[in-house]
């Protein structure tokens, strides 16, 4: 399940997402639903939800695909990205995302933000916890590392995935 992860980091695009997410998570359903109205601000010009992952415990899993304007680093607006991923879950009605924040030279920024209910109080989970940062030009071993064995199968192996900080 390695070479099509390795392939999505040299040539991303949503469709290429979409691809390798109805091999890696057996619940992933396409969709296609443009959410521009969400854009705030010239940061984005385009958000386009690419599918949804149904979990067991009746979650579910927004897949977002989110074109930033310029060029993406690993530093550059992270905070604007977080509050678009808030946005959108809010918008979905979901309990998780996953993001996929992208410039036109094929870096991204492959995010989950999960949300925790408190009676009728929403918690996101931390961005700068469960983030990738991917760059064609550059190894992505973690990355690749994560994605290889990552299990979609329920939220607490998803988290597991993109918790790599703690190993």
Known sequence: MLRPWKNLCQEFSPEHLRSVLRLAAPNFGPTHECYDVLIRDDAFSEVLQIGRIELPDARTVVVVAVRVEGDLTVRSSKAKQYDMAKRILRHTHSDAGIFAFHDDAGRFR??????????????????????????????????????????????PNLLDAFCFQSR
């Open 110 to 155: 492959f995010s989950l933000v999960t949300v925790t209910y408190h009676g009728t109080k929403q918690e996101y989970s931390k961005f700068r916890r469960y983030t990738f940062f991917v760059d064609p030009d550059m190894y992505n071993k973690t990355f690749l590392q994560q994605m290889e064995r990552a299990d979609f199968s329920d939220l």
